[in-house]
């Protein structure tokens, strides 16, 4: 059963950084992509950034190029989505995903971590 954990969700003032990872388990994800994906309260689901497993490519949403960043551990299983400078609008529920690359639906999603940025 694939199992998607996220961690590292917190209270930062606005210009901080924060870290968050994404700890998968349960099945082989060579052929999976993986994202990040926020939802604020009243609003939707949006799309963050995604990474291939295998070959880490990369693809961000226009409004945090520049401020975040995905990577993967192989070894380790985890996602990790570094955000710096960040602002009270990144302020959400924060949620791992991941789905068959070359798909477009996520499969798998995480049960989400809070961040919170205070101005």
């Known amino acids: 059963q694939v199992q998607l954990v996220e961690s590292g969700g917190d209270l930062v003032q606005a210009g901080g950084s924060l870290s968050l990872s994404c700890a998968a388990s349960g099945r082989t994800f060579s052929s999976y992509t993986m994202g990040w994906f926020r939802q604020a309260p009243g609003k939707e689901r949006e799309f963050i950034a995604r990474?291939?497993?295998?070959?880490?490519?990369?693809d961000y949403a226009d409004f945090v190029k520049g401020r975040f960043t995905i990577s993967r551990d192989r070894a380790k299983n985890t996602v990790s989505l570094q955000m710096n400078s960040l602002k009270p609008d990144d302020t959400a529920v924060y949620y791992c995903a991941a789905r068959l690359t070359g798909t477009t639906r996520y499969n798998y999603w995480g049960q989400g971590t809070q961040v919170t940025v205070s101005s």
């Open positions: 990474i291939t497993w295998n070959y880490g490519v990369t």
